[in-house]
């Protein structure tokens, strides 16, 4: 099941949030601070453990001081011109993500709208790329996970509710 929520996803209690993290994984601006800042130090310290993460890649930590369990760090692509890869690697985030929280037995996860903000990535591309993704892995893989997709912005919201009127609103 899938559904989308306007809200910030540092309130959002599940198994899983989903950073979209830079590479360094220690912290940034946009909702990969905002995670940072609402799980408290520890986040970082066990975040310098992990040496980073490329882009496209996933990786998992624990969330702290967050209502989620854990927090799922994934790169999104920096927004070029679209004839860089950015499609696959914003594919692979969402996928690789899944596969993570399939490993772990998680059964709900949140993503942000990964690489939409200063990454740059057109956001109503990146909303097909995830939802895409996502009914792939459903098919592919594992359809038991419960995803939302939490859109801090009116016009991210706005465009999941267009493009896939059928996915389920909450209001959590």
Same mark, same amino acid.
């Given at each position: 099941?899938k559904?989308s929520?306007?809200?910030n996803?540092?309130e959002?209690?599940v198994?899983?949030?989903?950073n979209a993290?830079n590479t360094?994984l220690?912290?940034?601006?946009?909702?990969d601070?905002?995670?940072?800042k609402?799980a408290?130090i520890?986040?970082?310290?066990e975040c310098?453990?992990?040496?980073?993460?490329?882009?496209?890649?996933?990786r998992?930590?624990?969330a702290?001081?967050?209502? *989620?369990?854990f927090?799922?760090? &994934? =790169?999104?692509p920096?927004?070029?011109d679209?004839?860089?890869g950015e /499609?696959?690697?914003?594919a692979?985030c969402y996928?690789n993500?899944l596969?993570l929280?399939?490993e772990?037995?998680l059964?709900?996860?949140?993503f942000?709208?990964?690489?939409?903000?200063s990454?740059?990535?057109p956001?109503i591309?990146? *909303?097909?790329i995830?939802?895409? &993704? =996502?009914?792939k892995f459903?098919i592919?893989?594992?359809?038991?996970? /419960?995803?939302t997709?939490v859109?801090?912005d009116q016009v991210?919201y706005?465009?999941?509710k267009?493009?896939?009127p059928?996915?389920?609103?909450?209001n959590?």
């Amino acid at each position: 099941m899938k559904k989308s929520v306007k809200g910030n996803i540092v309130e959002i209690s599940v198994d899983a949030i989903v950073n979209a993290a830079n590479t360094t994984l220690l912290g940034g601006g946009g909702v990969d601070g905002a995670i940072h800042k609402a799980a408290g130090i520890q986040l970082l310290e066990e975040c310098k453990l992990l040496n980073g993460c490329p882009t496209g890649e996933a990786r998992i930590t624990k969330a702290y001081n967050l209502p *989620a369990k854990f927090v799922i760090h &994934t =790169v999104g692509p920096i927004w070029i011109d679209g004839t860089h890869g950015e /499609e696959e690697l914003l594919a692979n985030c969402y996928w690789n993500s899944l596969l993570l929280a399939k490993e772990y037995g998680l059964k709900c996860i949140s993503f942000p709208n990964i690489s939409t903000g200063s990454y740059g990535f057109p956001k109503i591309d990146a *909303a097909h790329i995830a939802l895409n &993704t =996502v009914v792939k892995f459903f098919i592919e893989v594992d359809n038991s996970l /419960e995803v939302t997709f939490v859109c801090f912005d009116q016009v991210n919201y706005n465009i999941y509710k267009e493009i896939c009127p059928t996915i389920t609103e909450s209001n959590y």
